[in-house]
């Protein structure tokens, strides 16, 4: 044992934690070395950060922070019991990770004992002391006993994801059930034989919990379910809880739907409203199926969630560099199939995993919360192939990125949680992330933006307009009525009719789906648009316009986006489920814009005075009430005329899935070519931006840079940190149509896509299939796996590589 006079130079550094400090002690902050790697891992006991021994003596070099407590974890198989019998299929009926009735991360896994090992050690030269030892001095001794008795923030999380991932039957308590509303009408509802009230369905009924109508549910994407006759009840009527007949148990437990809420919720008194129409709970049983259950059953008889996973193959896994698994943490596939896919971009390998040593040689004071550090440690982890090795039963222990998730989630509502999210919402989120935190650094999202070219047309003078943006995904509508199939389509939802009505269901080899060609989703992108309320400055006056887009640039990656997501008519998302015929290789030299061309006249400047758009502002806040963004508002409010809700929320709900849904809304017709630097801004959003630590001149200059938005001026600062304080301040920006994206040669390679499994984006799971060293393979969380049958027609995002 090393002599105790080498603690006493460093014992004014110890601290003792406080019951608040965050203690690192299952994972490395800079990789993913943890205590059951091979070097164990090493916590400060002056920072409470832990580190692998590959950063741990940098880390004291830099800081002089010398003692800490080594955690080594020795790990031992349990012998498996024999098996006397296959037994009984679990029966999956949660859409869950970890819980009852879901499915096992588990099963089929090897079991462990553990046993943990501990000494203080000393740097330099890693002298140790045994732990635990009473002859230690009185700090460290309380340091170590606070840093094992700390709940680690992974522990924390672990739970949290336990009882998050895929739980479809985790619900609020209604806001409404405390005070519902029941009607004295008199109604008594028997203990079966019950019958949809508007039509003859005896199935997926629902009981209305103020009236005591019994009506069918909502018909599903597959057109089975009932025929929306509940719903349309609570349309007329405006009663919100109804619970489905055939779940309720003796409990007072059942599956509760609020309208009103839009979501599933728990009705904690629902056995005394269910009393007030004679129904005694303690006598009924569950006899149908739960929602949860329909969704399983329902993505199963598609056979979308096989085909998708390649389910029906006898998959051989891989590991090595570029093969790294990653856990699922809650609801984190939409995470892990994202950042698999930039990751095989060179331009993010350059910048996170050839760079971490510049980005972690700065050793920041909370590299656990940086999200430079935490996305390089995560590009490591993932191509170096450290962590990419067979484990006992076939699937990789795979790395978990908790402190990434953190760190990307901050501030936003959605990504923060542990529900299910749009991986392409992710994807923007995140190259916005990147482009935030590349000052002074090239940004590796260049690969992937390219400019978009519009030209609008003024239908009196003929005179036209080109402006440019610049974008990093390419979203092509699904044009259902382009199916090539559709002779089989109309046989198949005969057969489908035809067994429902004899109360039976056809398989999932039955089904057929359109069939979508690429051609026909290029067309629907390229068709010429009609702009309603343009102001041609021309004629100096509102008339009709025509609108095509293209494409100024082509990058180095093209991200494609098959428009899938879409709201039905009872607000509900929904997905198309199509087959659309993607390319291996492509030409898309058809998208390819001109700019201005020879006898074009080309619309004057918008005068000055051009007169301001006026919006209803009753109306504008009712729209606001229903969650849509302000800017989408005013677009509806401006091309509907003002003339009501109804023609209003109907454009919001055609448009939802237009890229610019959300966009700030510039009139069509206004000249948008930047401002002056002496034009005025809105001091508001100059005190707002002030507020943050910027100055005034600072904060002007962003804002004049994006026509007033306060989120876009702090990205624009953000992203020209270089340029701030520079002494000349350009006028009006000079027009570049190619807005200095790259551009280069229109033909392009499929080289990975991300599919989506489930009946919205709320709901179900994520892979991806990355084309590697010639061979497809498939990332389906921690299991990685040579593709046999790569699903391709069947994605949602689609990365293409310049030929």
Known sequence: MASLELLTPHLSKIKIPSSQQLIYKDECVYSFDNPESETGLYVSLTSFLGFGRNYVEQYFQKT?????????REKK????????GD???KKITR??????GGFDPDCGKPKFTYTDHYNVVVLPGFHTFPWPNDTLPDVVKQSVQGVLEAESPFKIAEMEALQGTWDGEKREVSVHSVSLKQLDNGVKVPPSGWKCDKCDLTNNLWLNLTDGSILCGRRFFDGSGGNDHAVEHYRQTGYPLAVKLGTITADGKGDVYSYAEDDMVEDPYLADHLKHFGINVQQLQKTDKSMVELELELNRRTGEWNTLQESGSDLRPLHGPSLTGLNNLGNSCYINSVVQVLFRMPDFVRRYVEGAPEIFSTFPEDPANDFNVQTAKLGVGLVSGRYSFPGADGAQAGVS?????RVVGRGHPEFTSKRQQDAHEFYLHLLTLIERHSRHRSDPAECLRFAVEERVQCGASQAVRYTARAERHLPLPVPLAAATNAPQLRDYELRRARAEAAGQRLDSSQMVRPQIPFQACLDSFMKEETVEQ???SAVNKKVTARKITRLATFPDYLLIQLKKFTIKEDWTPAKLDVAVDMPWEVDLGVLRGRGVQAGEALLPDAPPDAPAPVFDEA????????GFPVEACKKSLYYTNNSGMEAASNWLMEHMTDWDFDNKFEPPGSQNTGASANATVDEASVEQITSMGFTRTQAARALRATDGDVARALDWIFSHADQLDSEELPTAPVQDRTLGCRDGPEKYKLVAFISHMGTSTMVGHYVCHILHEGRWVIFNDNKVA???NPPKDLGYLYLYERL
């Open 786 to 788: 040579l593709s046999e």
């Open 401 to 405: 990125a908790h402190m990434f998730r």
């Open 87 to 89: 037994g009984p299929e």
């Open 64 to 72: 002089g922070n010398a003692v800490f407590l080594h955690i080594f």
């Open 534 to 536: 343009f102001f041609s």
């Open 95 to 100: 859409l869950a990770i970890g819980v009852e």
């Open 77 to 84: 198989p349990i012998p498996e019991p024999e098996q006397t």
């Open 619 to 626: 109306l504008l806040a009712k729209l606001l009430d229903m």
